[in-house]
């Protein structure tokens, strides 16, 4: 990681979704509490040492949703308490499709409200 500040190339929207992660010898369990297609808020279930710069592993299951997706890599950009935001660095192409398609579910949802 190069500890150079990067803004956000996509806006937030705030979801409730469970994730789990693993990286570094850490396993654990959480929600996202906000994402985009390359960027995720995450407040874990209990505190763990979550540091910055750390490599993830990520498998999320949307609502409504039977197959989770896997995130090969995502890595820890921001920390605090038990909460903490990655930046999405590696996923397949038909994982960012199944996240971008999901996004536009979300945001026609709203808009339809």
């Not at 500040?5 to 509490?33: A, K, N, W």
């Not at 763990?48 to 949703?65: D, E, T, Y």
């Not at 192409?93 to 026609?108: D, G, K, M, P």
Request: charge should be neutral.
């Amino acid at each position: 990681m190069s500890g150079t500040f990067q803004f956000r190339t996509h806006s937030r929207m705030p979801i409730t979704c469970f994730v789990d992660y693993t990286g570094e010898g850490l396993i654990g369990t959480g929600v996202i509490q906000d994402f985009s297609v390359d960027g995720w808020h995450i407040r874990a279930f209990k505190s763990q040492p979550i540091k910055l710069g750390m490599s993830l592993a990520l498998r999320v299951s949307f609502p409504n949703h039977h197959i989770p997706i896997e995130i090969e890599t995502a890595v820890v950009q921001w920390v605090k308490k038990r909460e903490f935001g990655v930046h999405v660095v590696e996923m397949s192409s038909e994982v960012e499709t199944r996240v971008r398609q999901f996004i536009e579910s979300v945001v026609n949802l709203r808009d339809a409200i």
